[in-house]
């Protein structure tokens, strides 16, 4: 089977490529390199150091951007994939936030970006899976249970609370769930969705769209020739990375808020396991498959409670300090998610985030001058201002 990566050079798409090389597949994917450029611009570097893309792939086949549409239509027709997995995006909320031109670079290269994929495709491999990776974060925090994607079957909205006369039952059953992006780069996942739900509809393609939970941990269960990148400032670096660094440099845990919210979490090896059984067991022609991805639901301050438990175990010391939270966003709230397909496919959790949590503590102590070098930079800075 020939799979191509979007994204390749990050921080799930280079350990993807690697671990799906190891199982046979053949690989070639696509990159422009905007993850070390946006990382380097907010003062941040991988922690964990990595080669460089030239080092990773030679001699360069692997560069471009998926903003030319034309060398991406090219390199589809070249390699003419069986499955398309879709990396290339923006995937910080902070950086969509921070100014107007971060804001716009987000919208452009994650709307535009996905929107020439699917042109791509529906030229060069009609046929192809695509698998795209968006986020959790584009349901928001609505109260309710989350499905997986739409309504299941007997949903039914109270009409006795509206205006609607006509004899409508209310049945929302197959309807998409609503969205309730919380930045701009939520909004450009949900916009990326709402296209690859019309491409299925319009073109009978085949799309599986993975709502990721936060992704985090160093390790896959194989060995790759270099390591994949670890981010820790307060763009890239995702919640349990980031209090792992703090914790290694002696910076206090920073919880936004109470550190009552309530998130989907999975281990970067068990995205790999994920991805590989959507990869073997592939959407149908003309089906919008959604798939929530998560392997746990924790709340911040259990997470950071976690963090000062491993620090311990390897024999220091962290404190936990509470920060006015930069975002807008609700701070106590139900958090129920299905996430019933994986389960089927065969899906079974390889760790948790405790295990994770120390053998993360245990690398980055290796790495503590890096860590040091970019300290100023992990702490919250960039605000979402609601007045």
Known sequence: MKIFITGV??????????YLQAHGYELSGIDNGARRIHVNEVGGMSVIPIDDMRQRFGDGRYRGDLLSY???LERLKDFKPDVIVHLGEQPSAPFSMMNDVYARETQVNNVIGTLNLLWAAKEACPEAHIITTATMGEYGTPGIPIPEGKFPEGSLWDTTLTHISGGSNGDLSGLQFPRSPGS???ASKVHDSVNCELACRIWNMRITDVMQGVVYGTRTEIDVPSPTRFDIDECFGTVINRFCAQAVAGIPLTIYGLGRQTRGYLPLQDVMQSLRLLIENPADIGEYRVVNQLAETL?????????????K?????VEVQHVDNPRIEKEDHAYEVACDTLG????IATTSHDVEIYQILGELIMHRDRIESVRNVIAPKTQWEKS
């Open 70 to 72: 034309y060398l991406l």
């Open 299 to 311: 709340k911040v301050i259990d997470i950071a409670n976690g963090v000062q438990m491993a620090a």
């Open 313 to 317: 175990g390897h024999g220091f010391e």
């Open 184 to 186: 701009f780069y939520h």
């Open 9 to 18: 050079d990050g921080y799930i798409g280079w350990p993807l490529f690697n």
């Open 344 to 347: 089927d496919l065969g899906y």
